[in-house]
């Protein structure tokens, strides 16, 4: 929103500048309710909290525990629902939609066989900890080789001053920093 409200100002007062960026929020997954907490949203504000969050880089124990340990009602049903009292039920499933790309529909049937709640939650983590590994993976490669991290830093300074500073000599000279060109 803060890019949002800069480019809509900056455009309203020095005229067409920048694209005003459209929210693109899914409707499930825009946000991870806490693990221990389905009504606070997931934030490493809480992550001294232990098993609130899943970290990016946490070990696959760490995450199997925290799921083992998510909250979910009494029941049994592992299906969507609007009960307030399935929240955790349903972060859980929502978690696992967003992950695999499934239907609402395809997610439920693939716990029509569950034991429980218990086979929900070791699904879940599976899935995180295999859509995590490539990205800690390629972390761990990247922090063990100082010169690819030193190559990729450049490269990626390098591109962001060719796409920002055509847009930036643009900016400077709307609010009348630079000299106007002849």
Do not use: W
Request: aromatic share 6%.
């Amino acid at each position: 929103e803060l890019a949002r409200d800069i480019a809509e100002r900056f455009n309203r007062v020095y005229g067409e500048t920048f694209v005003v960026p459209e929210a693109v929020i899914a409707e499930t997954g825009a946000r991870v309710m806490g693990l221990n907490d389905p009504t606070a949203k997931m934030s490493k504000s809480f992550s001294h909290i232990r098993g609130h969050a899943v970290g990016v880089l946490d070990e696959p124990k760490e995450i199997e525990r925290s799921f083992k340990r998510a909250v979910t009602d009494s029941g049994n049903e592992i299906t969507f629902s609007d009960d307030p009292e399935r929240a955790g039920v349903n972060n859980l499933l929502g978690i696992y939609k967003v992950i695999t790309g499934r239907s609402s529909s395809q997610v439920e049937g693939d716990f029509v066989d569950a034991r429980g709640y218990g086979d929900l939650k070791a699904r879940v983590a599976e899935v995180v900890i295999e859509e995590l590994a490539p990205i800690q993976k390629r972390y761990h490669e990247i922090m063990d080789d100082v010169g690819e991290l030193d190559r990729l830093l450049a490269r990626g300074a390098e591109h962001a001053a060719s796409v920002s500073t055509p847009k930036m000599d643009e900016v400077k000279e709307k609010v009348g920093f630079t000299l106007p060109r002849s």
